[in-house]
């Protein structure tokens, strides 16, 4: 080939690349934050918010039907309200609407774990928030979808089971209502499935520090939505109740590995 032919199509190449069009940069609009997983693009109503890790969707209505108001029992000063669902994890949706709750004039009015994880071993979750304004109702459910890049990060999923951990220093309104969890102080979950590795990290967790437990559910007690897990809630020092929660994330990685040879990976990033 000559020298002549090779320059003409490397030419033609070259225009053909100068036509394609440049790959849409991520914009405020498109990508509320950099790293925090929760994207806002994808749909053009008023109603939508965002998406983000655990096949989460938030959303907020601006004046809810006067009917399905009455209903849904809601108080009649809130006329807006923040809905954040997700088909996989409960714990880090609830740890992520205490923050928005602490960080935004809003109130949860409802927390409900359904049987879901998409056929897996644990909850899905439906959470929604009040407010008098709808701006407040729509930080909110921001709030929440981008802490659930954080709230993740002690959440260990196999294809035989999974474990999750949880710890905020201070406790607000939406652990309250959810767990029963004192206001103000440290506050700490351990979750294993199966239940049975569920029982052993509750174990663990008591024998390695002094805490103060809250609450244990199992399957058959009402309090997991019959999933085949335990959760050990507790409260205390907050040295007390990091140490717990480190003691039985171990454990239960090393007994849920001899389930499958599965990666012990966290979902996003350990933060506790």
Not at 158 to 184: C, D, W
């Amino acid at each position: 080939m000559n020298e002549d032919l090779m320059a003409k199509i490397m030419d033609q190449v070259m225009k053909k690349m100068g036509d394609t069009p440049a790959e849409e940069p991520i914009t405020e609009d498109s990508q509320v934050e950099e790293g925090s997983g929760f994207c806002s693009s994808g749909c053009g109503l008023t109603e939508f918010v965002g998406t983000a890790i655990g096949d989460t969707i938030g959303l907020v209505i601006a004046n809810v039907d006067y009917n399905l108001h009455e209903l849904m029992n809601i108080d009649k000063k809130f006329r807006s309200i923040g809905i954040v669902g997700g088909r996989t994890g409960a714990g880090p949706h609830i740890f992520a609407a205490d923050e928005a709750v602490k960080a935004t004039n809003s109130e949860i009015l409802l927390i409900e774990l359904p049987r879901d994880t998409k056929g897996g071993a644990g909850h899905g979750s439906l959470i929604i928030f009040g407010a008098e304004d709808v701006s407040d109702a729509r930080r909110a459910v921001e709030v929440t979808l981008k802490e659930l890049n954080r709230t993740f990060g002690d959440v260990y999923g196999t294809s035989v089971g999974h474990l999750e951990f949880q710890y905020t220093a201070r406790a607000s309104y939406a652990l309250n209502k959810a767990f029963g969890a004192p206001i103000g102080k440290s506050f700490g979950i351990t979750v294993g499935a199966p239940a049975a590795i569920g029982v052993l990290l509750a174990d663990t967790a008591v024998k390695a520090a002094n805490v103060d437990i809250v609450g244990y559910s199992t399957p058959g007690n009402g309090g997991t939505s019959y999933s085949n897990e335990v959760i050990l809630t507790f409260s205390g020092d907050s040295g007390a109740v990091r140490q717990a929660i480190i003691a039985a994330r171990e454990v239960g990685k090393q007994v849920l590995g001899t389930l499958s040879n599965d990666e012990m990976k966290s979902s996003t990033v350990p933060y506790i």
